[in-house]
């Protein structure tokens, strides 16, 4: 059975820093991609990064390109999104997924509907 436990939300204040974990379980972790989305209370959810586990290759969104930098350690199958110089916008539960079988990322990594798995959430809460 598939898992994704994500950890390390909190609030912080503009300008902060945090880093959000995402443990894998119960299925192929190396060699396939996994991705953080995000989504506000009345808004649509967003992408936010992903990572090709297979070559730790990377996408990032525009919006939070040069604050966020995803990563993984193969070892502890987890996957990381490291977030800094917050900003209140980004406030939002942060979700990983995995698609239904492995494949590499590629341009369809934005679309949150290529994704099968789903870990439960942790909020990320950004003051001004």
């Known amino acids: 059975q598939v898992q994704l436990v994500e950890s390390g939300g909190g609030s912080v204040q503009a300008g902060g820093s945090l880093r959000l974990s995402c443990a894998a379980s119960?299925?192929?972790?190396?060699?396939?991609?996994m991705a953080w989305f995000r989504q506000a209370p009345g808004k649509e959810r967003e992408a936010v990064a992903s990572i090709y586990t297979g070559d730790d290759s990377t996408y990032v969104a525009d919006s939070v390109k040069g604050r966020f930098t995803i990563s993984q350690d193969n070892a502890k199958k987890t996957v990381y999104l490291q977030m800094n110089s917050l900003k209140p916008e980004d406030t939002a539960k942060y979700y990983c997924?995995?698609?239904?079988?492995?494949?590499?990322?590629?341009?369809?990594?934005?679309?949150?509907?290529?994704?099968?798995?789903w870990g439960q959430g942790t909020q990320v809460t950004v003051s001004s």
């Open positions: 119960g299925y192929t972790y190396a060699a396939n991609c």
């Open positions: 997924a995995v698609p239904g079988y492995a494949r590499t990322c590629g341009r369809w990594w934005p679309n949150d509907r290529e994704y099968y798995h």
